[in-house]
């Protein structure tokens, strides 16, 4: 494969669930993001991790948990969430944690917590 | 904190039209992007640009680097079906920070 891939595509949780989100990078990057995206809100940046150090907390509520054991691969733990953490969670990599080529992003995992 | 507005923020446009959108800044930004994301899947990168005043092309898209760094605007000529999607500029701030900041998207539709 190639590119970023996400999993999975669609996930429902109730709030008391504990669920894992991944993101898997086929491009040698050697940072990774955790982006929200909210309906009619812009992209919002969640964690950076860069040569798998966390580099960037965005003031991410604890009920999100990123991992990131090495430079391909991302999760993101779920628990307790609330239904206003419905969303498209984006998993995105660049070739640096300056990003100047741009990101290349995941299709993305639907959020739906009920 | 730093925001961007994009604008229009939704179109609807005959095919064949061309097309033109634009991010606007208050402050001064060092690289523009601009993305195109189709329903269901994630943003992709269609244009980069590094350096005030460039004018770049890809294919139908053009897209340009304003002067004041401030702003940037994404033109597509002879817009068919498929261009359809929602278009995000995003930027990185002159401050140093690596974090881009995204525009809340222009939803472009076309009309056959």
């Known amino acids: 494969e190639t590119g970023v891939t996400q999993t999975p595509r669609h996930l429902v949780m109730g709030m008391t669930n504990k669920k894992s989100l991944k993101c898997e990078q086929h491009?040698?990057?050697?940072?990774m993001y955790w982006y929200k995206q909210s309906a009619k809100k812009p992209l919002e940046l969640m964690f950076v991790?860069?040569?798998?150090?966390?580099?960037e907390n965005n003031s991410v509520p604890s009920r999100f948990s990123p991992e990131c054991p090495n430079s391909s691969h991302l999760f993101l733990h779920l628990h307790t969430l609330q239904p206003e953490d419905s969303a498209l969670y984006l998993c995105?990599?660049?070739?640096?944690?300056?990003?100047?080529?741009?990101?290349?992003f995941g299709s993305g995992t639907r959020l739906t917590v009920v | 904190g730093q925001q961007l507005n994009q604008s229009p923020q939704s179109m609807f446009i005959q095919e064949g039209e061309d097309v033109s959108m634009n991010c606007t800044s208050s402050s001064i930004f060092n690289t523009w992007l601009w993305y195109k994301q189709d329903p269901g899947e994630g943003p992709v990168l269609l244009i980069a640009?590094?350096?005030?005043?460039e004018l770049t092309s890809n294919g139908r898209l053009t897209a340009q680097f304003g002067i004041t760094r401030k702003d940037s605007f994404l033109n597509i000529s002879a817009s068919i079906p498929s261009d359809v999607g929602i278009y995000f500029c995003?930027?990185?701030?002159?401050?140093?920070?690596?974090?881009?900041?995204f525009g809340t998207g222009t939803r472009l539709k076309v009309l056959a």
């Open positions: 491009l040698g990057h050697n940072a």
């Open positions: 995105a990599s660049s070739q640096d944690n300056r990003g100047n080529y741009g990101y290349t």
């Open positions: 640009l590094y350096k005030a005043g």
């Open positions: 995003a930027g990185s701030p002159a401050s140093g920070t690596y974090k881009y900041i």
């Open positions: 991790y860069s040569l798998e150090e966390r580099v």
